[in-house]
Protein backbone atom coordinates (compact mmCIF):
# COMPACT_ATOMS: atom_id res chain seq x y z
CA UNK A 1 0.00 0.00 0.00
CA UNK A 2 1.07 3.37 -0.46
CA UNK A 3 1.51 6.15 2.13
CA UNK A 4 1.81 9.76 1.78
CA UNK A 5 3.25 11.73 4.71
CA UNK A 6 3.26 15.42 5.28
CA UNK A 7 4.88 16.08 8.99
CA UNK A 8 4.28 20.01 8.97
CA UNK A 9 0.60 20.83 9.46
CA UNK A 10 0.75 24.88 9.38
CA UNK A 11 3.77 27.28 8.05
CA UNK A 12 4.04 30.87 8.36
CA UNK A 13 6.10 32.30 5.17
CA UNK A 14 7.17 36.29 4.98
CA UNK A 15 5.86 37.39 1.56
CA UNK A 16 8.29 37.49 -1.47
CA UNK A 17 10.71 34.67 0.83
CA UNK A 18 11.05 31.01 -0.41
CA UNK A 19 9.15 28.30 1.64
CA UNK A 20 9.77 24.22 1.52
CA UNK A 21 6.65 21.94 1.92
CA UNK A 22 7.76 18.69 3.06
CA UNK A 23 6.74 15.16 1.44
CA UNK A 24 7.86 11.95 2.32
CA UNK A 25 6.52 8.76 0.66
CA UNK A 26 6.33 4.51 0.81
CA UNK A 27 5.28 2.34 -2.00
CA UNK A 28 7.62 -0.12 -3.25
CA UNK A 29 6.19 -0.01 -6.87
CA UNK A 30 9.22 1.35 -9.09
CA UNK A 31 6.76 3.12 -11.56
CA UNK A 32 4.84 6.08 -9.89
CA UNK A 33 4.05 9.67 -9.80
CA UNK A 34 4.42 12.56 -7.20
CA UNK A 35 2.22 15.67 -7.47
CA UNK A 36 1.48 18.85 -4.98
CA UNK A 37 -2.15 20.36 -5.32
CA UNK A 38 -3.08 23.55 -3.89
CA UNK A 39 -6.68 23.94 -2.39
CA UNK A 40 -7.74 27.66 -1.50
CA UNK A 41 -10.51 28.37 1.01
CA UNK A 42 -12.80 28.10 -1.51
CA UNK A 43 -12.36 24.35 -1.94
CA UNK A 44 -11.20 23.42 -5.58
CA UNK A 45 -7.92 21.15 -6.02
CA UNK A 46 -5.63 23.02 -8.00
CA UNK A 47 -3.18 20.71 -9.96
CA UNK A 48 0.62 22.62 -9.21
CA UNK A 49 3.33 20.49 -10.35
CA UNK A 50 4.04 16.76 -11.28
CA UNK A 51 7.40 14.34 -10.67
CA UNK A 52 7.69 11.03 -12.56
CA UNK A 53 9.48 8.24 -10.87
CA UNK A 54 11.82 7.55 -13.90
CA UNK A 55 12.49 11.45 -14.47
CA UNK A 56 16.44 12.80 -13.90
CA UNK A 57 15.81 16.12 -13.39
CA UNK A 58 13.43 18.19 -10.57
CA UNK A 59 9.97 19.11 -11.86
CA UNK A 60 9.50 23.02 -12.05
CA UNK A 61 6.49 24.90 -13.07
CA UNK A 62 7.13 28.62 -12.59
CA UNK A 63 7.55 29.44 -9.04
CA UNK A 64 6.75 26.12 -8.00
CA UNK A 65 9.77 22.98 -7.88
CA UNK A 66 9.84 20.05 -6.83
CA UNK A 67 13.21 18.56 -5.02
CA UNK A 68 13.10 15.08 -5.63
CA UNK A 69 15.54 12.64 -3.61
CA UNK A 70 14.01 9.00 -4.77
CA UNK A 71 16.68 7.29 -2.44
CA UNK A 72 15.40 9.37 0.34
CA UNK A 73 11.68 9.04 -0.84
CA UNK A 74 10.78 12.73 -0.30
CA UNK A 75 9.47 15.42 -2.61
CA UNK A 76 9.40 18.54 -1.18
CA UNK A 77 7.88 21.21 -2.66
CA UNK A 78 9.55 24.73 -2.98
CA UNK A 79 7.99 27.46 -3.59
CA UNK A 80 9.70 31.08 -4.72
CA UNK A 81 8.95 34.57 -3.89
CA UNK A 82 5.60 33.61 -1.92
CA UNK A 83 2.82 35.86 -2.02
CA UNK A 84 -0.08 36.52 -0.21
CA UNK A 85 -2.71 34.25 -2.62
CA UNK A 86 0.03 31.33 -2.19
CA UNK A 87 -1.93 30.81 1.49
CA UNK A 88 -4.08 27.53 0.80
CA UNK A 89 -3.86 24.21 2.05
CA UNK A 90 -1.11 22.05 -0.04
CA UNK A 91 -1.53 18.31 -0.76
CA UNK A 92 1.48 15.96 -1.77
CA UNK A 93 0.07 13.00 -3.38
CA UNK A 94 1.35 9.74 -5.56
CA UNK A 95 -0.29 7.58 -7.92
CA UNK A 96 0.83 4.28 -9.16
CA UNK A 97 1.31 3.84 -12.88
CA UNK A 98 -0.47 1.13 -14.49
CA UNK A 99 -2.62 0.81 -11.50
CA UNK A 100 -5.32 2.90 -11.98
CA UNK A 101 -3.49 5.78 -11.08
CA UNK A 102 -6.15 6.97 -8.45
CA UNK A 103 -4.24 9.20 -6.14
CA UNK A 104 -3.10 9.09 -2.40
CA UNK A 105 -2.48 11.90 -0.65
CA UNK A 106 -1.04 13.57 2.67
CA UNK A 107 -2.70 14.69 5.38
CA UNK A 108 -1.86 18.12 3.85
CA UNK A 109 0.47 21.63 5.01
CA UNK A 110 -2.06 24.74 5.81
CA UNK A 111 0.72 27.40 3.97
CA UNK A 112 0.40 31.33 5.57
CA UNK A 113 1.71 34.23 4.06
CA UNK A 114 2.83 37.25 5.70
CA UNK A 115 2.76 40.50 4.47
CA UNK B 1 -12.53 23.56 -21.82
CA UNK B 2 -15.51 24.32 -19.46
CA UNK B 3 -14.01 21.93 -16.69
CA UNK B 4 -15.07 19.77 -14.68
CA UNK B 5 -18.13 20.54 -12.87
CA UNK B 6 -20.37 18.89 -10.33
CA UNK B 7 -23.99 19.72 -8.86
CA UNK B 8 -25.28 20.27 -6.53
CA UNK B 9 -22.41 22.50 -4.69
CA UNK B 10 -23.97 21.92 -1.24
CA UNK B 11 -26.28 19.42 -0.01
CA UNK B 12 -28.01 19.36 2.96
CA UNK B 13 -30.47 15.71 4.00
CA UNK B 14 -31.66 13.90 6.53
CA UNK B 15 -30.20 10.99 7.94
CA UNK B 16 -31.75 7.52 6.43
CA UNK B 17 -32.64 10.06 3.44
CA UNK B 18 -30.50 8.84 -0.15
CA UNK B 19 -28.92 11.30 -2.37
CA UNK B 20 -27.21 12.03 -5.68
CA UNK B 21 -24.74 13.91 -7.18
CA UNK B 22 -23.73 14.50 -10.79
CA UNK B 23 -20.00 15.05 -12.15
CA UNK B 24 -19.60 16.18 -15.29
CA UNK B 25 -16.02 15.60 -16.89
CA UNK B 26 -13.72 17.32 -19.60
CA UNK B 27 -15.47 16.18 -22.04
CA UNK B 28 -12.26 14.37 -23.91
CA UNK B 29 -11.59 13.31 -20.75
CA UNK B 30 -11.95 9.04 -20.51
CA UNK B 31 -10.86 8.84 -16.80
CA UNK B 32 -13.42 9.93 -14.12
CA UNK B 33 -12.01 9.65 -10.35
CA UNK B 34 -14.51 9.39 -7.18
CA UNK B 35 -12.75 11.04 -4.00
CA UNK B 36 -14.42 11.97 -0.38
CA UNK B 37 -12.30 14.17 1.70
CA UNK B 38 -13.45 15.02 5.20
CA UNK B 39 -12.44 18.09 7.00
CA UNK B 40 -8.90 18.49 8.26
CA UNK B 41 -7.88 15.91 5.86
CA UNK B 42 -6.69 14.82 2.41
CA UNK B 43 -9.01 13.61 0.06
CA UNK B 44 -9.68 9.73 -0.15
CA UNK B 45 -10.33 7.96 -2.95
CA UNK B 46 -13.36 5.76 -3.53
CA UNK B 47 -14.09 4.70 -7.42
CA UNK B 48 -12.60 5.31 -10.91
CA UNK B 49 -13.88 4.51 -14.50
CA UNK B 50 -12.86 4.60 -17.89
CA UNK B 51 -14.73 5.15 -20.54
CA UNK B 52 -18.19 3.50 -18.86
CA UNK B 53 -16.43 0.63 -17.08
CA UNK B 54 -15.95 1.07 -13.61
CA UNK B 55 -12.64 -0.46 -13.23
CA UNK B 56 -12.04 0.03 -9.09
CA UNK B 57 -15.02 0.01 -6.46
CA UNK B 58 -13.51 -2.34 -3.36
CA UNK B 59 -13.11 1.02 -1.57
CA UNK B 60 -16.64 2.54 -1.52
CA UNK B 61 -17.19 3.08 2.14
CA UNK B 62 -20.31 0.50 2.40
CA UNK B 63 -22.28 -0.85 0.06
CA UNK B 64 -24.67 1.91 0.97
CA UNK B 65 -22.57 3.87 -2.01
CA UNK B 66 -22.52 3.48 -5.78
CA UNK B 67 -21.58 4.53 -8.83
CA UNK B 68 -22.74 4.67 -12.36
CA UNK B 69 -21.40 6.12 -15.47
CA UNK B 70 -23.57 5.18 -18.08
CA UNK B 71 -22.26 6.99 -21.32
CA UNK B 72 -18.87 7.33 -20.54
CA UNK B 73 -19.44 10.49 -20.01
CA UNK B 74 -20.93 12.12 -16.91
CA UNK B 75 -21.15 10.39 -13.99
CA UNK B 76 -23.36 9.88 -10.46
CA UNK B 77 -22.54 8.73 -7.24
CA UNK B 78 -25.34 8.11 -4.81
CA UNK B 79 -25.34 7.41 -1.14
CA UNK B 80 -28.42 5.29 0.02
CA UNK B 81 -29.48 5.77 3.75
CA UNK B 82 -27.04 8.30 4.34
CA UNK B 83 -25.96 8.97 8.31
CA UNK B 84 -24.06 11.63 9.99
CA UNK B 85 -20.56 9.79 9.49
CA UNK B 86 -21.36 10.75 5.66
CA UNK B 87 -21.01 14.35 5.91
CA UNK B 88 -17.78 15.64 3.52
CA UNK B 89 -16.68 17.37 0.72
CA UNK B 90 -17.34 14.88 -2.11
CA UNK B 91 -14.81 15.82 -5.26
CA UNK B 92 -14.80 14.46 -8.57
CA UNK B 93 -11.88 14.34 -10.97
CA UNK B 94 -11.18 14.02 -14.51
CA UNK B 95 -7.77 12.78 -16.50
CA UNK B 96 -7.34 11.83 -20.12
CA UNK B 97 -5.36 8.40 -20.54
CA UNK B 98 -2.26 8.04 -22.85
CA UNK B 99 -0.74 11.57 -21.62
CA UNK B 100 2.85 10.77 -19.89
CA UNK B 101 1.42 13.39 -16.80
CA UNK B 102 -1.43 11.43 -15.65
CA UNK B 103 -2.83 14.91 -13.79
CA UNK B 104 -6.20 14.56 -13.00
CA UNK B 105 -8.41 17.72 -12.79
CA UNK B 106 -10.78 18.26 -10.05
CA UNK B 107 -14.30 19.62 -10.08
CA UNK B 108 -15.58 22.03 -6.98
CA UNK B 109 -17.01 19.41 -5.06
CA UNK B 110 -20.27 19.07 -3.63
CA UNK B 111 -20.95 19.56 -0.22
CA UNK B 112 -22.78 16.71 1.71
CA UNK B 113 -24.03 17.74 5.28
CA UNK B 114 -26.37 14.86 7.12
CA UNK B 115 -28.89 16.39 9.97
Same mark, same amino acid.
Given at each position: ??????????????????????????????????????????????????????????????????????????????????????????????????????????????????? | ???????????????? !??????????????????????????????????????????????????????????????? !???? !???????????????????? !????????????
Amino acid at each position: AQKITQTQPGMFVQEKEAVTLDCTYDTSDPSYGLFWYKQPSSGEMIFLIYQGSYDQQNATEGRYSLNFQKARKSANLVISASQLGDSAMYFCAMSIHNAGNMLTFGGGTRLMVKP | DTGVSQDPRHKITKRG !QNVTFRCDPISEHNRLYWYRQTLGQGPEFLTYFQNEAQLEKSRLLSDRFSAERPKGSFSTLEI !QRTE !QGDSAMYLCASSLVGLVVHE !QYFGPGTRLTVT
